[in-house]
Structures are given as C-alpha cells and as structure tokens.
C-alpha cells in the first residue's frame, strides 16, 4: 500500500477556492487545546470547535465536531451512534486517515480522507446551529471561518455525509430533598 500523499493548509485553501467557497483564515500562535484557545476565540465571530478523533474496538473511525464547550459522554456516544465502546485514536492513525498531528484535528482533515473514506463524521446539532463557523486549516497556527452551508458542502466534496447528533452530556437532575 503506497501513501497518499497529504494536503497541505494552502492546497486545502486552494481546494475550497476551486469549489467556490469563500473563507476567512486568520493566523495566530499555536493552539494545542480548547482552553489555549479561548483568547483566539474571544476576538472570532462564529462558532468554535472541538474535535474528537475516535476509533472503537472493531476499528470503526470516527470524527467528532462539536462546539468547544460541550461535554461529550464517551462513555455512552455508541448509544447515540452506531458503533462500539470508542477510545481515542492515536497520532499515528491520525496522521494516516486525516494527515493532521494531535492539536490541529479539524474537520477540513477530511480532504486527506476524500479517496478512502474510512472516516466517519459526526456533527453537533448545536454546532449547526451557528451561521459561521470556526476551524484549524490543518494546522493549529491559524483558524478559517466558514459559512455552515459551505461547510456541509465541503463534506458533500470529500464524499463525508455527516451523522447530526445532539452530543452534549445530559445534565444531572438536582436533588432537591
């Protein structure tokens, strides 16, 4: 099995030029987690992402995109979605089905996965809510906001048909004894 070559933040940019869509990347210094990048964040119309790169036992590989500040129950996300117990993959199996290092994981990794789709994506709902959106270009030096719409057709682009979930953690009822 030969490697397929990786697309890089300007053939990405280049990929969304060529389909029409229109971005705007702003660059900044390196981001490695959702708390690192709350003072990017704060100056960014739109919604902010987190993006959970995961696998289960039977190797089914999963792209999690919700908002930055939503809590994901991973123990119970295979009652929501079609798959076994999920852990998270590792940078090596990042890197060979999204070509993209721990702390710049983004949806826009999908273009690497446009040939072989072996991954599958999973959006928030309450991320879809959000007209514009926030995500790495691949890298986690810069962020690019996209329109919602532009977005979904970027996915229809890459082959990717995204599963919509409501994936924030249900809140514990309070005990008022």
């Keep these: 099995m030969t490697a397929t070559p990786k697309f890089g933040r300007q053939d990405f940019l280049n990929f969304l030029s060529d389909l029409g869509i229109e971005t705007t990347t702003h660059d900044h210094d390196a981001v490695f987690t959702v708390q690192e990048s709350h003072k990017i964040k704060q100056d960014l ?38 798959c076994g117990r999920v852990s998270f993959g590792n940078a090596d199996l990042l890197w060979q089905h999204l070509g993209v290092r721990p702390g710049s994981v983004t949806p826009f990794a999908l273009i690497n996965d446009k040939d072989e789709h072996a991954v599958n994506l999973v959006l928030d709902a309450n991320m879809m809510t959000h007209a514009l959106l926030n995500f790495h270009p691949l890298e986690n030096t810069a962020t690019t906001a996209i329109n919602r719409e532009d977005l979904l057709s970027f996915f229809e682009a890459t082959g990717h048909q995204p599963t919509i979930l409501k994936l924030e953690k249900p809140q514990e009822a309070e005990d008022i004894s």
Excluded: A, Q, R, W
């Excluded at 995961?54 to 999963?62: E, H, N, P, Q």
């Design 45 to 82: 119309p739109g919604g902010h992402s987190k993006n959970l790169f995961l696998k289960d036992k039977k190797g089914k590989i999963m792209l999690v995109v919700c908002l930055n500040d939503t809590e994901v129950d991973l123990k119970s996300f295979h009652k929501k979605y079609d």
